[in-house]
């Protein structure tokens, strides 16, 4: 069983910046692809960001030119850098891992708040 365990949410005044992590139980390779995904009160979860295992990736238009996700191999975390933060962005954040047999995990996820 994969364990994602995300961290890094809390409190930002707009126009703030946040770093999410979320490390996982195993060897990242072992996973096609890692995203990010949000989900705000009354509304569907979204995708924010991808990557894949050969490095692509890929972005929410919304998120574009303010986010960014990477990942480290050697620690088996993908992280997601967020700036210019607007209170749009306000929801739960969720990491999900895809495995190569196309079976996804999630994280338990991460609250973002964006408010003055």
């Known amino acids: 069983q994969v364990q994602l365990v995300e961290s890094g949410g809390g409190l930002v005044q707009p126009g703030g910046s946040l770093r999410l992590s979320c490390a996982a139980s195993r060897s990242i390779f072992s996973f096609s692809a890692m995203g990010w995904y949000r989900q705000a009160p009354g509304k569907q979860r979204e995708l924010v960001a991808r990557?894949?295992?050969?490095?692509?990736?890929n972005y929410a238009d919304s998120v574009k030119g303010r986010f960014t996700i990477s990942r480290d191999n050697a620690k088996n975390t993908v992280y997601l850098q967020m700036n210019s933060l607007e209170p749009e962005d306000t929801a739960v954040y969720y990491c999900?891992?895809?495995?190569?047999?196309?079976?996804?995990?999630w994280g338990q996820g991460t609250q973002v708040t964006v408010s003055s």
């Open positions: 990557i894949t295992s050969g490095g692509g990736t």
């Open positions: 999900k891992a895809r495995d190569r047999r196309a079976e996804d995990y």
